[in-house]
């Protein structure tokens, strides 16, 4: 069998710059366009980057932890790449896309693999209208924040925020409040992965609130509408045994 055509992309951590020297004088670095599979070492939040870095590309992206806690990545072994990239098991996920209106009448659009958060940028408290596609669901909602989590991202911030584990394929989001202050700990919404999400900012000037998508920050918003982008997929590859449904089920046993 033909040994593929690997991509290498790495963090700037000391591990992962260690990792992509020895991995390509083992095994070879194409550019990405050649690459039959991407490999890419860090952490998951690289992970993250890789993946939207390379979204336009064809081939799969394959995670090697040289991070911290590496959810979304695979043992680092150097010596037996090509036979576990043969054998690798294949997840495919969609990303949320963020719509952001902002108070001076700019709008921002971004992708998000783990979450859409929204959370004040001030002294007080943010007050949140949310319409589940085109509904209103909840009138008010005072609360340091909100967030909607791909299963993908179901174990990352949202979990922190005592958000539930969705199971890879569910086709559910989460929608989780952080520190709701009214109603009362609520603690949040399981939604179909269809649903369209939209939160209104209520009083924008006192109280100031900032929206995330992995990573990518809009500040002064004054609506934020989140859906699953089915167009957009991004194929990640784990080891036998050690899939996204495997991991999510072993997060909880923890």
Sequence with gaps: MARPKIAFMASNATLAKQALEELSQLHGNVPLEEADVIVALGGDGFMLHTLHATQALTAPVYGMNR????????????DDLPERLDDALEEVINPLVMTAQCVDGSEHKALAINEVSLLRA?????????TVDGKLRMAELVCDGALVATPAGSTAYNYSAHGPILPIGSDVLALTAMAAFRPRRWRGALLPKRAVVRFDVIEPDKRPVMADADGKSVRDVLSVEIRSEPAVSHRILFDPGHGLEERLISEQFN
Excluded: C, D, W
């Design 67 to 78: 991070g911290t806690v590496g959810f979304l990545m695979n043992e680092y072994h150097s």
């Design 122 to 130: 001030g002294p007080q408290a943010a007050k949140l209208r949310i």
